[in-house]
Nanobody, 120 residues
Framework: QVQLVESGGGLVQPGGSLTLSCAAS????????MGWYRQAPGKQRELVATITRGGTTNYADSVKGRFTISRDNTKNTVYLQMLSLKPEDTAVYYC??????????????WGQGTQVTVSS
């Protein structure tokens, strides 16, 4: 089994910054794509950013230039650095990873979510 554990959420004022971390553990053979998604109250879960094993990144238009996704393959960890936070960034942020655990095929795993609140 695989577990994804997020950390780093909290309350921050507009214009502030936070860095989220997500560490994967368990019977991992390999981790391919990793990413962050978020879900605000009353809204659907949406993509924030993704990163391939090789480091290619993709961002939602709403966070381009403010958020940076990165990963440490030696630690099975993905990060999301969030700068210039806005109230509309308030949401529960979820980590996602495509993980291969032998002998099973690759599948997606999700973390439990971490709350980010941007408010004065």
């Amino acid at each position: 089994q695989v577990q994804l554990v997020e950390s780093g959420g909290g309350l921050v004022q507009p214009g502030g910054s936070l860095t989220l971390s997500c560490a994967a553990s368990g019977s991992i053979f390999s981790i391919y794509g990793m990413g962050w998604y978020r879900q605000a109250p009353g809204k659907q879960r949406e993509l924030v950013a993704t990163i391939t094993r090789g480091g290619t990144t993709n961002y939602a238009d709403s966070v381009k230039g403010r958020f940076t996704i990165s990963r440490d393959n030696t630690k099975n960890t993905v990060y999301l650095q969030m700068l210039s936070l806005k109230p509309e960034d308030t949401a529960v942020y979820y980590c996602n990873a495509d993980v291969r655990t032998l002998p099973f095929p690759t599948r997606a795993y999700w973390g439990q979510g971490t709350q980010v609140t941007v408010s004065s």
